[in-house]
């Protein structure tokens, strides 16, 4: 279930709308600059994970049918890892919602390839960002 790799994401966002915060401050205080670091740190834990999930589900999961029915699975994935890394490289909200993008369209291949249709809803917490859910009633 790619359910890991989407809250992964969603911490991703928020840390980098937490470091904004900090970098609008005129000057850091002791505590803000270990908060910096801190904030630093899971978001680069959280883009390991998004990229540890999403490989395992395509190494493991992903065979020839799905292959056959979603061509573009290979050059999603590469492109989830190439943007997983640049989104643990550097501190862009922007790169973090392309990532959120493409690791949704990944849950709704994923959840396609079991028969479950999708649905998008708005996380409840902050970051607030739209999600693929399966529709499990």
């Not at 803000?32 to 589900?57: C, M, N, P, W, Y």
């Not at 190494?59 to 799905?66: A, E, R, V």
Request: charged share 25%; hydrophobic share 40%.
């Amino acid at each position: 279930d790619p359910i890991t790799a989407q809250l992964a994401v969603l911490t991703m966002i928020r840390m980098v709308d937490l470091l904004n915060e900090l970098d609008n401050k005129e000057e850091l205080s002791l505590n803000d600059k270990a908060q910096f670091g801190r904030l630093v740190s899971e978001k680069e834990t959280h883009g390991h994970k998004v990229k540890d999930e999403i490989r395992v589900i395509w190494g493991d999961y992903i065979k020839q049918p799905q292959l056959d029915a979603y061509p573009e699975i290979h050059e999603l994935v590469h492109s989830i890892m190439l943007t997983a890394s640049a989104a643990k490289q550097h501190i862009d909200k922007d790169v973090t919602l392309k990532l959120l993008t493409l690791v949704n369209r990944f849950s709704e291949i994923f959840w396609a390839t079991k028969g479950i249709d999708t649905y998008t809803a708005v996380s409840p917490y902050p970051p607030a960002q739209t999600l693929v859910y399966p529709k499990l009633s």
